[in-house]
């Protein structure tokens, strides 16, 4: 650019013009015409007057340089040069400017395959490529931090022993589980993650003081629980230790539970059976207890395993077992035994208890259908109003649900058609039944309608002119 400014002024200065003959464009006519005169032309703001065939190869030159001025400031770092015939070349000079460097992606170094760096794992927040596995990390010795003691320190995780308060909080959530799901592999889990500490003795206790308030099925789970502990949890001297307080504490225990001394005089006796307290425990408060509530437990749990010895009683079924555990014959079983002493005594009272002892609150539909059937074979007014009697007695105390008594009338419905096979008139009792049951608000609406009725034979027909059948029914 500097090259061509000092050639047009070498040029002016020995070619000058007029100032009145140069101007950018031709006053008519193409820009390849000459003119015989002189022409006033402009260069750089300088009239100059030069000859006619001059004039177009300045004009050229001047428009050239223009161009250069403007794009000076944006093609300077492109290396651009003007050619002797005027044509601007660009080179292949790598780039000058700051700004073209900084916008350059290419390796300045001229070396590589156009890959990411470092296989793609080089960028911000990578810790390496996918997959890739570190090694530990080396002690060195000559670091700064590095401590010689610490080198084999082991860490492990402080559970503080749990204390009285914390101890019956923590426990007592852990027996009621156990008591909906009883698995006693799952509580001795918790157990173990626990820091009993001084009062591992005390879990035994806490547990037998539940079970006491509890149903017979619990008091079963509690005294397979303790078998189950025993050893893994608990040894044979914690359990012992157990029963001795429980024996002291017997007369606040009667205060919530008064049957408390024969309930614990069978946990010592069903723990004596299963071996996880010795035989010589009950020999060893002979002659030694004054409280009347501990004698009659050690009595009870001595008659229990004499009973055991002498005639095979079987003392693991000493609480029976669960109502979900039963097989249903047994079940039925007991169904009937529960309504014919009911039949015989009348206490309501106490058929609501045993009822509730069953503990099968699934299965009452059952008992709502066996107590139906013994009103249709009974063929009396008595049994009747027994039934109907406990039935509301059971309804308005929620042990029998709605939906239990629609069931079992619902059988009954069912079974109609056989059940007249033994009790011809059994359509016309359970009608009567039925009616009462309803006026009572035993049953609904829609549930009596449902009840069956057995069609009446015609002993004359419409067309036979009043004559009798033949055909008896």
């Known amino acids: 650019m500097f090259t061509m400014a000092a ?105 590589g395959r156009g890959l990411p760096k470092k296989g793609g794992a080089g960028g911000k927040g990578v810790w390496g490529t996918p997959g890739q596995v570190y090694d530990e990390d080396k002690v060195d010795v000559k670091d700064p931090n590095y401590d010689a003691e610490q080198e084999n320190c082991v860490y492990e995780t402080l559970v503080l022993p749990l204390d009285e308060e914390t101890f019956e909080k923590t426990l007592t959530p852990i027996v009621q589980e156990y008591f909906e799901h009883g698995d006693a592999n799952e509580v001795a889990e918790l157990l173990a993650e626990l820091n009993l500490g001084s009062m591992r003795g005390d879990v035994p206790m806490l547990a037998v003081s539940l079970a006491l308030e509890a149903k017979a099925s619990h008091r079963e789970l509690t005294s397979r629980l303790l078998s189950e502990l025993c050893g893994c949890v608990l040894t044979a001297g914690d359990v012992e230790a157990s029963f001795h307080k429980l024996l002291k504490e017997l007369p606040d225990l009667v ?18 059976a299963d071996n996880i307290l010795p035989k010589s425990f009950i020999d060893g408060y002979k002659g030694r ?81 066996e107590a139906v059937i013994m009103v249709l074979e009974s063929n009396g007014n008595r049994t009747l109003q027994m039934i109907l009697q406990l039935l509301k007695s059971l309804c308005a105390s929620t042990v029998i649900t709605v939906d239990q008594l629609r069931r079992g009338f619902e059988r009954v419905y069912v079974d109609m058609a056989d059940l007249s096979i033994d009790v011809p008139c059994a359509y016309s009792l359970l009608e009567k039944f039925v009616e009462q049951s309803f006026d009572a608000g035993v049953i609904d609406k829609k549930l009596r309608d449902l009840c069956p009725c057995r069609g009446r034979k015609r002993f004359v027909s419409e067309g036979d002119g009043g004559r009798l059948k033949l055909c008896s029914f």
């Open 255 to 272: 205060l919530d539970t008064p049957g408390a001394p024969q309930m614990l005089g069978q946990f010592i006796a069903r723990a004596v």
């Open 289 to 369: 207890v004054d409280c009347e509530y501990a004698r009659a437990a050690l009595d009870r749990a001595a008659v229990l395993l004499r009973m055991s010895r002498w005639t095979g009683l079987r003392i693991d079924s000493l609480w029976g077992s669960g109502g979900g555990q039963r097989p249903v014959n047994q079940l039925i079983k007991e169904v009937n035994l529960l309504l014919k002493e009911y039949l015989l005594s009348g206490d309501t009272v106490e058929a609501e208890r045993c009822l509730r002892e069953l503990e099968v609150p699934h299965f009452h539909h059952e008992f709502v259908y």
């Open 7 to 111: 050639d047009c002024e070498a040029w002016l200065n020995a070619n000058p013009v007029e100032a009145g003959n140069l101007s950018d464009s031709f006053p008519s006519g193409d820009e390849d015409s000459t003119f015989t005169g002189n022409v006033d032309n402009e260069i750089n703001g300088n009239w100059i007057s030069a000859p006619t065939g001059s004039i177009h190869e300045a004009r050229l030159k001047a428009k050239v340089k223009r161009r250069l001025r403007k794009t000076s400031s944006r093609d300077s770092g492109r290396g651009d040069s003007l050619s002797d015939n005027s044509d601007v070349v660009r080179s292949v000079v790598p780039p000058t400017s700051p700004k073209g460097k900084l916008l350059n992606r290419r390796s300045r170094m001229g070396k």
